[in-house]
């Protein structure tokens, strides 16, 4: 079983939560998914909610049943999917005062999976995901890229299996549903368009993903380079740079912190200190991934 995952963690972890504080702009988007998410989690305290201020449960909060704890990461490559959904998982865990699992379905085998076995990984996950469940813990299921499993069902050039797949995968997500909030689904991909709409209308939520804002580079770099007593001035003009004015896109976050920052380092190890010299030429031959579509 262990093998279909390659990433299993309990929460809260603290590598998790070390990595949440170097997370430019991550706040923001927690606040959006739990506000949304904590809704669905906790329906007694909603309905003590709803008793304590208007006497009555509100129709309104049964039909929050119709809402999935399903959570679509959407958004262009290195712009932070990934990372992100085990940092929201252990957040929430957090927040919940719970106990947690994280599950992060295998990419490797999701390849293998392309032969006809896709329908199978998907029942094995979510059995995996269900006997992980308990009153006490949550328990979420990363499928990362999901666009190989979610594809729209529409698309003339689908094979059968892929279609059966897609639909086990719906029928699992409603199962999810059943689960009464002990369970959490994050599905990404950088191709929302490929996705079944019938997936699409479940997602609590549909999280967008970008490139860093000028403020975001200028964040990061303040960031990953302190200790090094560069002037505000210069690192404005780094950040200004990392926009790529001219080009068609800036930078990603993993542009910079995967490609431009160590190059910077390479460039500077082991004979001189990284300046800011070194960092502006660094950026000025780096070049911006280009955008997936
Ligand atoms: N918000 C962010 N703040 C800082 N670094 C980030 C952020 N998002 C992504 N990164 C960096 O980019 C790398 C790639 O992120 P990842 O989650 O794999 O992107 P995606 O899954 O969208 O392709 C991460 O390992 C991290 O170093
Ligand atoms: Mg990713």
Known sequence: MA?????????????????????????????RIYSNLKLLLDKDSLSDWSKKHHKVDLPIISQL???????????????????????????????????????????RVR????????????????AELKSQAGKRRLAFLLIDEADA???????????????????????????????????????????????????????????????PTE????????????????????LSELAKLSMKEGEPVGYSFSDVRLKVLPEAVAMAYPSKPLSFDILKETINNVKASPEIK
């Open 3 to 31: 093998d279909i995952f390659d990433n299993i963690i309990t929460l809260p972890n603290a590598e998790v939560q070390k990595q949440t504080k170097s997370l430019v702009g991550f706040q923001s988007k927690f606040d």
């Open 65 to 107: 049943k119709d809402k999935y704890p399903l959570i679509i990461l959407a958004g262009d490559a290195g712009t932070g999917k990934t990372i992100s959904a085990t940092s929201i998982a252990d957040k929430m865990t957090r927040e919940l005062k719970k106990e947690g699992f994280f599950l992060k379905l295998s990419t």
């Open 111 to 126: 390849g293998e999976g392309m032969h006809g076995e896709m329908g199978k990984l998907v029942n094995d996950a979510f």
């Open 149 to 211: 499993i979610a594809t729209t069902r529409a698309t003339g050039q689908m094979h059968q299996e892929e279609k059966a797949a897609v639909n086990t995968l719906i029928q699992k997500i409603d199962e999810v549903r059943e689960m009464d909030g002990r369970a959490i689904l994050f599905m990404s991909t950088n191709r929302l368009h490929f996705i079944d709409e019938a997936i699409l209308r479940r997602a609590a939520i549909i999280l967008e993903f970008k490139r």
């Open 215 to 234: 403020e975001e580079y200028k964040e990061l770099y303040v960031q990953s380079l302190r200790g090094l007593n560069l002037r505000d001035a210069e």
